[in-house]
């Protein structure tokens, strides 16, 4: 995205803290649905959702190690 051509609001959204803030929350809503399910164990959200934290960059440092 070209910065000059971009308003405030629309670079927010791709802003890597918003992203992994929205996967996250797909992966909770997933979870949500396979604990209902029985497909994990009952408990497993509520402890992903204490523990879970995003870390720009160590996802950075991370993705460098994995992604050549």
Request: proline share 1%.
């Amino acid at each position: 995205m070209i910065e000059r051509y971009s308003r405030k609001e629309l670079r927010e959204i791709w802003l890597d803290q918003n992203r992994y803030s929205l996967w996250l929350k797909i992966e909770l809503a997933a979870a949500e649905a396979m604990e209902k399910f029985k497909m994990i164990p009952k408990g497993v959200v509520k402890k992903i959702k204490t523990k879970a934290k995003i870390d720009i960059n160590k996802i950075t440092k991370l993705e460098g190690k994995v992604c050549l």
